[in-house]
Protein backbone atom coordinates (compact mmCIF):
# COMPACT_ATOMS: atom_id res chain seq x y z
CA UNK A 1 0.00 0.00 0.00
CA UNK A 2 1.19 3.18 -1.17
CA UNK A 3 1.83 6.62 1.29
CA UNK A 4 -0.27 9.48 0.51
CA UNK A 5 1.80 12.88 0.53
CA UNK A 6 2.03 14.63 3.86
CA UNK A 7 2.98 17.91 2.41
CA UNK A 8 0.53 20.22 0.34
CA UNK A 9 0.30 19.76 -3.38
CA UNK A 10 1.95 23.23 -3.64
CA UNK A 11 5.12 22.39 -1.43
CA UNK A 12 5.47 19.10 -4.12
CA UNK A 13 8.37 19.53 -6.35
CA UNK A 14 6.30 17.60 -9.76
CA UNK A 15 3.80 20.35 -8.87
CA UNK A 16 5.59 23.25 -8.64
CA UNK A 17 7.83 22.25 -12.38
CA UNK A 18 3.83 21.71 -13.35
CA UNK A 19 3.00 25.34 -12.81
CA UNK A 20 6.84 26.88 -13.83
CA UNK A 21 6.29 25.22 -17.14
CA UNK A 22 2.48 26.17 -17.54
CA UNK A 23 3.40 30.05 -17.04
CA UNK A 24 6.31 29.33 -19.09
CA UNK A 25 3.74 28.10 -22.11
CA UNK A 26 1.69 30.78 -21.45
CA UNK A 27 4.25 33.55 -21.65
CA UNK A 28 5.66 32.52 -24.99
CA UNK A 29 2.37 31.97 -26.12
CA UNK A 30 1.30 35.47 -26.01
CA UNK A 31 4.93 36.89 -27.09
CA UNK A 32 4.30 34.99 -30.15
CA UNK A 33 0.49 36.27 -30.66
CA UNK A 34 1.89 40.04 -30.00
CA UNK A 35 4.56 39.36 -32.39
CA UNK A 36 2.43 37.74 -35.22
CA UNK A 37 0.53 40.56 -35.08
CA UNK A 38 3.54 42.95 -35.21
CA UNK A 39 4.85 41.19 -38.36
CA UNK A 40 1.84 41.24 -39.75
CA UNK A 41 1.72 45.07 -40.00
CA UNK A 42 4.42 44.94 -40.97
CA UNK A 43 4.48 42.68 -43.60
CA UNK A 44 1.87 44.87 -44.99
CA UNK A 45 3.10 48.15 -44.63
CA UNK A 46 6.49 46.70 -46.37
CA UNK A 47 4.32 45.39 -49.16
CA UNK A 48 2.61 48.59 -49.67
CA UNK A 49 5.79 50.78 -49.54
CA UNK A 50 7.46 48.45 -52.69
CA UNK A 51 4.26 49.90 -54.60
CA UNK A 52 5.28 53.57 -53.84
CA UNK A 53 5.47 53.86 -57.63
CA UNK A 54 2.02 52.75 -58.03
CA UNK A 55 0.83 55.46 -55.05
CA UNK A 56 2.91 58.38 -56.62
CA UNK A 57 0.39 57.93 -59.67
CA UNK A 58 -2.85 59.70 -57.16
CA UNK A 59 -3.46 62.56 -60.36
CA UNK A 60 -4.17 58.73 -62.04
CA UNK A 61 -5.89 57.07 -59.81
CA UNK A 62 -7.09 59.47 -57.51
CA UNK A 63 -6.13 60.94 -53.68
CA UNK A 64 -7.85 57.60 -52.30
CA UNK A 65 -5.85 55.14 -53.37
CA UNK A 66 -4.62 54.25 -49.54
CA UNK A 67 -8.74 54.15 -48.41
CA UNK A 68 -9.22 52.06 -51.37
CA UNK A 69 -6.81 49.21 -50.42
CA UNK A 70 -8.01 49.52 -47.29
CA UNK A 71 -11.96 48.92 -48.23
CA UNK A 72 -10.79 45.95 -50.55
CA UNK A 73 -8.76 43.91 -47.73
CA UNK A 74 -11.41 44.77 -45.09
CA UNK A 75 -9.48 46.67 -42.91
CA UNK A 76 -9.79 50.60 -41.63
CA UNK A 77 -7.87 53.09 -43.64
CA UNK A 78 -6.68 53.98 -40.55
CA UNK A 79 -4.77 50.24 -39.64
CA UNK A 80 -3.39 50.47 -43.31
CA UNK A 81 -1.91 53.79 -42.16
CA UNK A 82 -0.23 52.08 -39.05
CA UNK A 83 0.74 49.05 -40.77
CA UNK A 84 2.55 51.31 -43.10
CA UNK A 85 3.67 53.55 -40.34
CA UNK A 86 5.17 50.64 -38.40
CA UNK A 87 7.14 49.53 -41.90
CA UNK A 88 8.52 52.98 -42.58
CA UNK A 89 9.99 53.74 -39.13
CA UNK A 90 11.38 50.34 -38.29
CA UNK A 91 12.25 48.92 -41.98
CA UNK A 92 13.96 45.90 -39.38
CA UNK A 93 12.43 44.41 -36.50
CA UNK A 94 14.81 43.91 -34.30
CA UNK A 95 15.14 47.75 -33.63
CA UNK A 96 11.62 47.62 -31.78
CA UNK A 97 11.48 49.15 -28.54
CA UNK A 98 10.72 47.59 -25.48
CA UNK A 99 12.02 43.91 -26.41
CA UNK A 100 8.97 40.87 -25.69
CA UNK A 101 6.53 43.43 -23.80
CA UNK A 102 6.12 45.01 -26.85
CA UNK A 103 2.49 45.49 -28.52
CA UNK A 104 0.67 46.76 -31.79
CA UNK A 105 -1.44 48.35 -29.79
CA UNK A 106 1.91 49.67 -27.57
CA UNK A 107 3.64 50.37 -30.91
CA UNK A 108 0.53 52.47 -31.92
CA UNK A 109 -0.04 54.61 -29.05
CA UNK A 110 3.81 54.99 -27.88
CA UNK A 111 5.93 55.17 -31.39
CA UNK A 112 3.86 55.00 -34.15
CA UNK A 113 2.86 59.03 -34.76
CA UNK A 114 -0.91 59.50 -36.25
CA UNK A 115 -1.89 59.36 -39.71
CA UNK A 116 -1.45 62.91 -40.50
CA UNK A 117 -3.28 62.95 -43.93
CA UNK A 118 -6.38 61.32 -42.07
CA UNK A 119 -8.44 63.98 -40.67
CA UNK A 120 -10.29 62.85 -36.97
CA UNK A 121 -13.73 63.28 -37.49
CA UNK A 122 -15.86 64.98 -34.76
CA UNK A 123 -18.13 62.61 -32.67
CA UNK A 124 -21.85 62.77 -34.50
CA UNK A 125 -24.68 62.43 -31.98
CA UNK A 126 -27.97 60.99 -32.06
CA UNK A 127 -30.34 61.90 -29.84
CA UNK A 128 -33.41 60.08 -30.85
CA UNK A 129 -34.90 56.71 -30.53
CA UNK A 130 -33.47 53.47 -32.03
CA UNK A 131 -34.76 50.01 -32.30
CA UNK A 132 -32.43 46.99 -30.65
CA UNK A 133 -33.31 43.57 -32.29
CA UNK A 134 -32.00 40.25 -31.88
CA UNK A 135 -30.37 38.48 -34.77
CA UNK A 136 -30.58 34.79 -36.13
CA UNK A 137 -26.91 34.56 -35.57
CA UNK A 138 -27.12 35.75 -31.94
CA UNK A 139 -26.40 38.60 -31.96
CA UNK A 140 -27.91 41.81 -31.67
CA UNK A 141 -28.49 44.89 -34.37
CA UNK A 142 -29.60 49.17 -32.90
CA UNK A 143 -31.73 50.34 -36.28
CA UNK A 144 -31.90 54.17 -36.25
CA UNK A 145 -33.97 56.03 -38.40
CA UNK A 146 -33.32 57.08 -41.80
CA UNK A 147 -32.88 60.67 -40.19
CA UNK A 148 -30.46 60.54 -37.73
CA UNK A 149 -27.52 61.28 -40.01
CA UNK A 150 -25.05 59.17 -38.33
CA UNK A 151 -21.95 59.38 -40.28
CA UNK A 152 -19.50 56.11 -39.87
CA UNK A 153 -18.05 53.91 -41.95
CA UNK A 154 -17.23 49.83 -41.96
CA UNK A 155 -14.64 49.48 -38.88
CA UNK A 156 -15.25 52.46 -37.23
CA UNK A 157 -16.07 52.05 -33.16
CA UNK A 158 -19.27 53.70 -31.94
CA UNK A 159 -19.80 54.95 -28.39
CA UNK A 160 -23.59 53.83 -27.56
CA UNK A 161 -25.48 54.73 -24.51
CA UNK A 162 -28.30 52.82 -24.37
CA UNK A 163 -31.37 54.03 -21.80
CA UNK A 164 -34.85 52.60 -20.93
CA UNK A 165 -37.34 53.21 -22.93
CA UNK A 166 -40.40 56.00 -22.40
Excluded at 97 to 119: C, F, H, Q, W
Aim: glycine fraction near 6%; include cysteine; hydrophobic fraction near 40%.
Amino acid sequence: MSQLPTAPIQNQEWYQSLVDDCQTIFVEGVFNAKWTLIETYHGVGSRIIAETASFERANIYGQNIVQDLAQAIGKSTRTVHYAIALATQYPDLNDLPEGKNISMNRLITKYLTAPKDVPARPATYYNGLATLTRQRQGGWSLVLPADANIEAEAGDQVHIVIREGP
